[in-house]
């Protein structure tokens, strides 16, 4: 760029001579020969220097300076004079000369000294201009802080940095995806309204773009030569320009560009102005959207509150989309709505519609008749019911076409209005954009207005199911055997069913309406010793109606032997809690003692057999504790470890036992309730396996299986439980050492898992018997245990639909096969579908190969189910070689040739491992590795035809777990690849339980007790305690429970998520409203504490 002149005044009657030695390139000089004319020249120009003769203003010099620099405080001025006295030049100084040139200076030295004050000069305009921008910038920064809302902000912003920084323009980028927002304008776009403002999808070099995507400033001296740069309407001439990104923390706004002329250019040394002004506007914009947000949040908190206040009053389904159609349309940014639902008598097949107007309504119906409305509804569940946006189509037979004629919008909303089990109807609105709203803003609102009406909905019905069921309730309880009787809160009986009076002989007549004394009463009055039972009836009443005593804890019973009728029943009472602060109330219900006692007789024989079995282990136990607790310290070392595994070993024994007992009184007298979840016959058997049950026992069981089996629907404790005793049998009843077989099958629509020992056998006439209760074989009648190991195997089994059989011969050991019916078919097989043809846009997989049975030390050589592992494939020959192993092997394979493709797809599969090729064609690999680390936990191993030391620091610093290379064995290639799937799997299968007093949970049996007491969860509510108590104390988002529970393909399904931590919490938190161990962090996701 071309160095200006210097703009020079000289006040002088002899400048010719002054000045002939001056560069006139360097100096554009303005003569002046009067002084009047030169103060008058100051008030109208602008100048780089001044120089004045002595000569000409005489006495009146130093006037001359003070009045010039009053004026003009930062231009130069140098005096020129003939007068050498030192006290006269010392003077001048003072009043404010810069310099004093004397006649005998050289041409040479003149100019010097003048390219000296101007450096000068432009030093002290730099540092003024600088100060005077930060002031601005302070003063604009507060005004932006100011601001509640972001597109005000962005008027405001853009029109105030023109005017203050005098820039040609300014253009705001705002981005969250595609596509992205542009704001651009130059001075008083806030005034005539001139402010631009356009939906645009970049370019990938666009400036902006590019800026966004690499963080870094870019500076143009002529941005219209760059090929990429797309133009903007409101900046038709733009030439310099600088490009900041705007970031808040961790997050990306967007970018701001402001844009300069070939007057006033913006260069490099305006960099640290802008950056400042982007990263200030970047705050302001944040909390412009959080007190934005805050505002829309309290806005549609208001609306919600006005839709449940009108719901609350109304029954009918009519009423309810009338109401709903009213607040639909009541939100600003929605232009017209139309609200459809279905009638909740299933005869009745008019579909109720809601909207502005007659012709709509006919519309909707002929839309309905055509089937685009079950279109519509069919494109709501593939998404889970979540909300859609419909955009009109191309051409004249668009469907929707007088759908977004008649409700006038651009593009239409379409909400599923749904309650907890069924589609109930539909919300079609058009919304836009506008100041108070965004489209987004609009779209929760009128999903969650939906989801109101929905419960709404259902309450009402349940109200309707309650007042019908609350008739059939009377007539059950008049139907059962026992009698009961009611007492209110008043004191008053208000019920007593037709078998009260059967057993107690009192009439109905005598007691209803009357107090509760009257009743206690006639009830001693009838026994043998009317004082001693009344005193018990008034004493059990009194109990459960104390404040000391716990409700549904204390169920206080009085036994009365009546003399008409003759009969032994027992009352038994118990506490009806008030409602709303209201007095309790409280129920009688009268047992006869005769039919309550041989109920009982089976059980009591039972517990009798029980605690007979149960006491030998116990007495074992005990002398062992009172022998190590005496004696302890006449033991050696080794005799004190002998006593301690004896121990251990009778502990087990007596809590095996004791396992036994609970599951057989769970048969035969509370029943036995299966809870059945899909499961891994193999994973069920191994885990068994490496239970501490049979740790010293692993080498003696072999495991035989086929790779791949079906899934089978089973409750995974009590088959646990069920394979543990026939384990337990082969183990005990074998030669120490001798092994045990274990053999997996698919037979038809059976899996068989087959037991094999090597022990003495069952004589052939005892067969028959094994299964019985408490039956031993006679050469076992002395080992440890109570006869009700395979009896409870078969009856677990039978529970499952199963069969179960034996064989043995004396002396040649004996065989349990458990045959399980397999109620899933072949789409429960896992094996991975047909390969489509890969490409570089679609992923293929490899072909699942049938592998023959192996087996290893009682291990399987290749793990089932198969692993599924991604490859992005590049130029490297390492990678389609460990490919061909791992294939071989039953991995299932997912291929890409792209990068760019597989980021896109990693978050969209499960996957258990990564295989990246560091020699990408697209892309290079370890740039891909670490955007992978940041969107997955997946284990990512780079391969490469050749070892680079510094990449593969790099790439393990980057967050790859493994980087293999040339040369290196097939074996060791396997092994590498086997230790990450090890990691993985170890973690599950090691980690201690978790202790917390009132919940223990243990990880390996996934199992969860809550006060003592086991505590039913379905699979998804236990993995979704285990996921959140496994990070105990760290908050995990909505999308990371999504993702870690039920797959990436799910982030989006918070419904899901809300529904699943309701029903956990209903089981496992003493009062629901306070949680004590899922805490909700709003907006966020939950967090697990321990209190």
């Known amino acids: 760029m071309a160095v200006q002149p210097a703009e020079t005044l000289l006040v002088s009657t002899n400048g010719d001579e002054l000045v002939r030695s001056l560069n006139p390139n360097a100096y554009h000089i303005h003569a002046v020969g009067d002084v009047g004319k030169a103060m008058e020249t100051l008030r109208d120009a602008r100048y780089d220097i001044i120089l004045l003769d002595d000569a000409l203003f005489s006495n009146d010099i130093f006037d001359a300076v003070k009045e010039i620099k009053r004026r003009v405080p930062l231009i130069p001025v140098l005096v020129l004079s003939k007068n050498a006295d030192a006290a006269y030049q010392t003077d001048l100084m003072e009043v404010g000369v810069d310099d004093f040139l004397t006649g005998d200076l050289s041409s040479e030295e003149l100019q010097r000294r003048l390219r000296l004050i101007l450096r000068q000069r432009r030093q002290a305009r730099v540092l003024a201009q600088r100060n005077q921008n930060l002031q601005s910038l302070t003063l604009l920064s507060r005004r932006m802080y100011s601001a509640t809302d972001p597109h005000a902000l962005v008027l405001d912003t853009i029109d105030k940095a023109c005017s203050t920084f005098k820039l040609y323009g300014v253009a705001i980028v705002l981005h969250d995806d595609d596509p992205f927002q542009m704001f651009a304008g130059r001075e008083g776009c806030s005034a005539d309204g001139t402010l631009f403002e356009s939906i645009l999808y970049l370019k990938d070099y666009d400036p902006f773009r590019r800026v966004i995507r690499s963080g870094f400033v870019q500076v143009f001296q002529n941005i219209v030569a760059d090929p990429n740069y797309m133009p903007i309407p409101a900046l038709p001439a733009p030439e310099s320009a600088i490009i900041v990104p705007l970031n808040y923390q961790e997050h990306k706004l967007g970018a701001m560009g402001v844009f300069g002329t070939g007057h006033l250019p913006v260069g490099h040394e305006d960099l640290l102005l802008y950056e400042l002004f982007a990263s200030q506007f970047a705050v302001a914009l944040n909390n412009a959207r959080h007190y934005h947000s805050q505002r829309i949040s309290a806005q549609s908190s208001q609306h919600l509150l006005r839709a449940w206040q009108r719901f609350i009053n109304l029954q009918s389904y009519d009423e309810m989309a009338e109401n709903l159609h009213r607040l639909v349309e009541e939100i600003s940014n929605v232009n017209q709505a139309l609200v459809w639902m279905y009638p909740p008598d299933p005869g009745d097949l008019t579909t109720i519609v809601k909207t502005a107007s007659p012709e709509m309504v006919k519309l909707f119906r002929q839309l309905e008749r055509d089937g685009v409305v079950n279109d519509l509804i069919a494109q709501l569940d593939e998404r889970r019911l979540q909300p859609m946006i419909l955009r009109p189509g191309i051409g004249q037979k668009d469907p929707l076409g007088p759908l977004f004629k008649g409700l006038r919008g651009q593009q239409l909303l379409l909400v599923a209005i749904t309650d907890s089990a069924r589609l109930i109807g539909g919300i079609i609105a058009s919304v836009s954009n506008n100041r108070q709203y965004s489209s987004e803003d609009a779209q929760l609102l009128i999903a969650s207005l939906a989801h109101a009406t929905g419960l709404a909905l259902e309450r009402t019905t349940l109200i309707e199911i309650t007042t019908q069921q609350s008739g059939r309730l009377e007539a059950l309880l008049r139907s059962i ?16 069913n037709p078998q009260f009076t059967e057993m107690t002989g009192i009439n109905p007549s005598e007691v209803l309406g009357y107090d509760s004394d009257t009743l206690l009463r006639d009830l001693a009055r009838r026994s043998g010793d009317e004082d001693y039972v009344l005193a018990q009836l008034q004493e059990a009443v009194g109990r459960i109606l104390s404040s000391d005593t716990q409700v549904n804890e204390d169920y206080p019973i009085v036994e009365i032997t009546l ?16 409602v709303n602060g209201s007095r309790p109330g409280w129920a009688g219900i009268i047992r006869n003692n005769l039919r309550f006692k041989s109920m009982f007789g089976s059980q009591t024989l039972l517990l009798d057999m029980m605690s007979e079995r149960i006491r030998v282990p116990y007495a074992q136990v005990r ?3 009172t022998t190590l607790n005496e004696q302890h310290s006449r033991f050696t070392h080794r005799e004190r470890a002998r006593f301690l595994r004896q121990l251990e070993e009778s502990v087990q024994s007596l809590g095996h036992l004791w396992d036994n007992f609970l599951e057989m009184y769970n048969l035969e007298v509370s029943g036995l309730a299966l809870s059945r979840e899909q499961v891994d016959l193999y994973e069920v058997v191994q885990r068994v396996i490496d239970s501490r049950a049979f740790a010293e026992y692993r080498r003696q069981i072999q495991i035989k299986s086929p790779a791949r089996l079906p899934l089978i629907e089973v409750d995974e404790l009590r088959l646990e439980l069920a394979l543990t005793n026939v384990l337990h049998n082969a183990i005990q009843f074998s030669p120490k050492g001798a092994p045990v077989n274990v053999t997996l099958e698919h037979h038809d629509d059976e899996l068989l898992i087959v037991v094999e020992d090597q022990g003495a056998g069952i004589p052939r006439e005892q067969l028959g018997h094994v299964f019985e209760p408490f039956f031993q074989a006679g050469h076992n009648s002395d080992a440890d245990g109570a006869g009700l190991g395979l009896y409870l195997v078969r009856e677990i089994v039978k529970r499952h639909g199963g069969r179960i059989a034996i064989a043995s011969e004396p002396g040649s050991g004996t065989t349990v096969t458990l045959a399980l019916p397999i109620t899933l078919r072949e789409e429960s097989l896992r094996a991975a579908p047909p390969p489509p043809t890969a490409s570089a846009a679609a992923p293929r997989r490899a072909e699942p190969l049938e592998l023959p049975e192996r087996t290893f030390n009682g291990k399987r050589v290749s793990d089932r189910p198969p692993q599924t592992i991604m490859v992005v494939e590049g130029r490297s020959g390492l990678v389609p070689h460990l490919c061909e192993q791992l294939a071989g092997e039953g ?38 590795c670490e955007r992978m680390c940041k969107r997955t936990e997946v284990p990512i191993i780079m391969l490469a035809d050749e070892a680079s030391e510094a990449e593969k620091v790099r790439a393990l610093m980057l967050g790859a777990d493994d980087y293999i290379a040339r040369p290196i064995s097939d074996e060791e290639l396997m092994a590498r690849v086997n230790v990450i799937f090890k990691r993985r799997r170890i973690p599950d299968r090691t980690r201690e339980p978790l202790d917390l007093g009132s919940l223990y949970i243990d990880f390996a049996r996934r199992e969860v007790f809550l006060n003592n007491k086991p505590l039913e969860l379905t699979r998804i509510e236990y993995d979704l305690l285990n996921v959140l108590a496994v990070n105990q104390g760290q908050v995990l988002t909505h999308k990371q429970l999504l993702e870690k529970v039920w797959g990436p393909e799910y982030q989006a399904e918070t419904q899901y998520l809300w529904v699943n931590v309701s029903r956990l919490r209903k089981k496992l938190e003493p009062t629901v409203d306070s949680p004590r161990y899922i805490h909700t962090q709003p907006g966020v996701g939950y967090v697990f504490r321990s209190s």
């Open 481 to 496: 055997s026992e009698g009961i009787f009611f007492v209110d809160d008043t004191g008053h009986v208000a019920f007593c």
């Open 563 to 578: 003399g008409e009728p003759k009969r032994d029943i027992h009352v038994e009472f118990m506490m009806i809690a008030g």
């Open 623 to 625: 002398g062992l504790l």
């Open 891 to 928: 991995y299932e394979m997912i291929a890409y040739r792209s990068g760019e493709e597989a980021l896109r797809d990693v978050n969209s599969i499960r996957l258990d491992l990564i295989l990246l090729d560091v020699n990408l064609t697209d892309a290079n690999g370890l740039d891909v």
